[in-house]
């Protein structure tokens, strides 16, 4: 399976138009892939905050056109990052009243779009993402041909607790788009890997590179295989990451290891 991420910067100077139009023929370009993969809230820039209500779209908006095309285009399944999303009122957590989601956007090779993740997990500490953004509330978990994805989103790498949901969902290969900043690049890599250890996956983490509202970005998208091993790693500016893998290796290392056999708490409820 060959997996290809789109490590792009988000520049001030550049418009939502202009850069959707560049990313689609990033992604045409990846034809002969099986996955593609971009960022975090690429339409934006994850730190630009006060952009989000005024870009947010809904899921059938031009971002969602613009890659449903490119995905068909090019023939392959396409996780298009996150959009800032405008959900109508009654929707989820919007219950009552319009809300954004920081959501996540997956397509078929024929430009269907087969699923959408809200992120869960929102940062920010009572400020940003956290207080503009309502929290989504469902696992996703999508089917392609060799190999079940888990949808995940930047800050939801700190929390081990939804990977394991994830896997318990039977996700096999755990993919994160990410906004990530440069000062905790450390944690990023770390993460990564650890999602993979713990959880026997593949992780592929896909960032951005350049600066977000004054916020410079970590770059350094990357592919872990399910014993942690780094199988690609991008560097701090704008690239295409493209890896092989074979995505049997999930079930493979679970045989030959089987760790996750040997969990005992969580999987059944506390004794009172």
Known sequence: MRASLIQIAVDAGESVESRRSRVAELVREQAGADLVVLPELWT???????????????LDGPTARAMAKAASDAGVWLHAGSIPERAPSGSGSAKGADALYNTSLVFSPSGELVASYRKIHRFGFDKGEAVLMAAGEDLVTVRLPETTLGVATCYDLRFPELFRALVDAGAETLVVPAGWPERRRA??????????VENQAFVLACG???????????????????????????????????????????????????ALKDRVLGLRPPRR
């Open 208 to 258: 951005t590179a350049g600066t977000h509202a004054g916020v410079p970005q970590a770059g350094h998208s990357i592919v872990v295989d399910p014993w942690g091993e780094v199988l690609a790693e991008a560097g701090s500016g704008e690239e295409v990451l493209t890896v092989d893998f074979d995505p049997a290796r999930t079930a493979a290392t679970r045989e030959q290891f089987p």
């Open 187 to 196: 944690h990023w890599t770390l993460l990564a890997r650890a999602r993979a």
């Open 44 to 58: 934006t820039g994850a730190f630009a905050y006060e952009e989000f209500a005024g870009e947010a779209e809904s």
